[in-house]
């Protein structure tokens, strides 16, 4: 499971993102800049396979890059900080919760790995304090717990508008944006984006190829921003038919948001 993104004409920018699955169904990833070898990880719910993998690479580790405070994202930092020495990136806005940070971050700031460099955007809603990490040269977005495969994050700390506002964000980003999330909640929310968008062509194809990936054990990610403009519920409040479907024709885009997201809490399906 290994990715490398080239940019056509400048063989210098080149980021490798690896995945490696992490407890039940979180993704870290393993970031390498390939034109100085500085290597970073993004969200280490537990230490164990990430060591395996830059051991097996040689050791070198020089960025933990943190995108929230849930366990499930940083429980493995410490051993990682202890074995390697790497220094830790997170949102400035919880660094009382996060683990020691070296670099507090906020909206624009960025953070250099070797030649990449990552844009941070805000993206509160799933938790206050949430960020992203946008590497623009390769279009490599980390957002963990804000946008999924066709789904996004529980309104822990946040409300709709907040939420929705970072998902805008998001949205307006390149088409062609690479979307590494936190988690394989893939199945489950193609199955809830098929009953709120049942007519959706894009949606069913994708559904169809989602289907089969899983039944090969193979990861779902990365996606892109314009698969998740076309197949994502979350980002597609201004769609005449879901509107109708959820007899909100008059709505404000936030609240068909929060309604979407109120049926998916509810959802078995
Ligand atoms: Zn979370
Ligand atoms: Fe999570």
């Not at 890059?65 to 990136?89: F, I, P, R, S």
């Not at 660094?95 to 070296?102: C, K, Q, S, T």
């Not at 990449?116 to 946008?134: D, K, M, N």
């Not at 193609?190 to 190829?209: G, H, I, K, Q």
Request: net charge negative; aromatic share 6%; glycine share 8%.
């Amino acid at each position: 499971m290994h990715a490398v993104s080239l940019i056509v004409g400048a063989p210098a920018l080149t980021l490798s993102v690896e995945i490696v699955p992490l407890l039940a169904d979180n993704y870290g990833y393993l970031l390498s800049d390939l034109a100085t070898g500085a290597v970073a990880v993004v969200d280490p719910a537990e230490a164990g396979p990430l060591l395996d993998r830059i051991r097996a690479r040689g050791g070198r580790l020089d960025w933990i890059l943190l995108t929230h405070h849930h366990g499930d994202h940083v429980a493995g930092t410490a051993e990682l900080v202890a074995a390697t020495g790497a220094k830790v990136a997170g949102a400035a806005a919880d660094a009382h919760r996060l683990p020691p940070l070296d670099r507090r971050l906020v909206e624009g700031d960025r953070l250099e790995l070797g030649r990449a460099s990552a844009r941070i955007l805000a993206t509160p809603g799933h938790t206050t304090g949430h960020i992203a990490y946008l590497f623009e040269a390769t279009v490599d977005l980390f957002c963990a717990d804000t946008l999924f495969v066709m789904g996004c994050g529980r309104l822990i700390e946040g409300d709709a508008p907040t939420m929705w506002a970072s998902l805008e964000k998001l949205a307006a980003l390149p088409p062609g944006t690479k979307v590494w999330c936190g988690h394989e909640y893939t199945l489950a929310n193609a199955r809830f984006a098929l009953s709120v968008d049942p007519d959706n062509e894009a949606l069913r194809t994708r559904a169809r190829l989602v289907e089969r990936l899983r039944a090969e054990d193979r990861p779902t990610v990365p996606s892109t921003i314009a698969e998740e403009r076309a197949t994502n519920p979350f980002l597609r409040a201004r769609d005449p038919m879901i509107r109708r479907r959820l007899g909100l024709e008059a709505a404000t885009d936030p609240e068909v948001f929060a309604a979407l997201r109120r049926a998916k809490d509810g959802f078995r399906g």
